[in-house]
């Protein structure tokens, strides 16, 4: 099975911090995103990357950057952590999609990281 | 208008009961329509996928596409405690720069009762 791992469960950061969160998929798969998710807002999309130093905006950038100087490895910076990023982060990577009836859609998410930011 | 709408619940049903899931989407360029699960304090995991109208089974799981009416459902057959979680539907769409991503649903919350 894919595995995806979020380096930690809880982080509590001070606003103004550069904040760093990492993510790392064991399948070399091509694509990996950044979701947050928020009570009554559900999961919303930061950033993606379908390629080694390739990233495309999601729905909510700002505040946001991200890195892939490795196929494995995906991080989710905030350049300046203010208290509205205080969020579950959630990291998720997907292979080559299978279109056979058998075939696995492939989108794996990892546990999370719960920011708080104060 | 919301691209994908989803009753936030709270659901609670006894065990056994026939659950009914669903969402409705404006955007006819979605094409994977996916339902996943998540547990408290866990990430969502993929319980089924389609990619046309009509109905898919797994086990006490039909997921149901319906295109025309831009609306899709998760039926769970004979209910138990164990399913108690967020039920997440996502759809599948093509960015300007010709990536996919997902688009989510809310979640319903849902509570099987022993």
């Known amino acids: 099975d894919v595995k995806v791992t979020q380096s930690s469960r809880y982080l509590v950061k001070r606003t103004g911090e550069k904040v760093f969160l990492e993510c790392v998929q064991d399948m070399d798969h091509e694509n990996m995103f950044w979701y947050r998710q928020d009570p009554g807002l559900g999961l919303r999309l930061i950033y993606f990357s379908y390629d080694v130093k390739m990233k495309e905006k999601g729905d909510i950038p700002e505040g946001y950057s991200v890195s892939r100087e490795k196929k494995e490895r995906f991080s989710l910076i905030l350049e300046s952590a203010s208290t509205n990023q205080t969020s579950m982060y959630l990291c998720?990577?997907?292979?080559?999609?299978?279109?056979?009836?058998?075939?696995?859609?492939?989108?794996?998410f990892g546990s999370g990281t719960r920011l708080t930011v104060v | 208008q919301k691209e994908v709408e989803q009753d936030p619940g709270p659901l609670s049903v006894p065990e056994g009961a026939i659950v009914s899931l669903n969402c409705t989407y404006s955007n006819s360029a979605f094409q994977y329509f996916m339902w996943y699960r998540q547990y408290s304090r866990k990430g969502p995991e993929l319980l089924m996928y389609?990619?046309?109208?009509g109905n898919k089974e797994d086990g006490r799981f039909t997921a149901q596409v319906d295109k025309s009416s831009k609306y899709i459902s998760l039926f769970i057959r004979d209910s138990q405690p164990s399913d108690s979680a967020t039920y997440l539907c996502?759809?599948?769409?093509?960015?300007?720069?010709?990536?996919?991503?997902?688009?989510f649903g809310k979640g319903t919350k849902l509570t099987v009762n022993p």
């Open positions: 389609t990619y046309s109208s």
């Open positions: 998720a990577s997907r292979g080559p999609r299978d279109r056979g009836s058998s075939g696995n859609y492939g989108y794996t």
């Open positions: 996502a759809m599948s769409v093509l960015t300007q720069g010709g990536s996919e991503k997902l688009v």
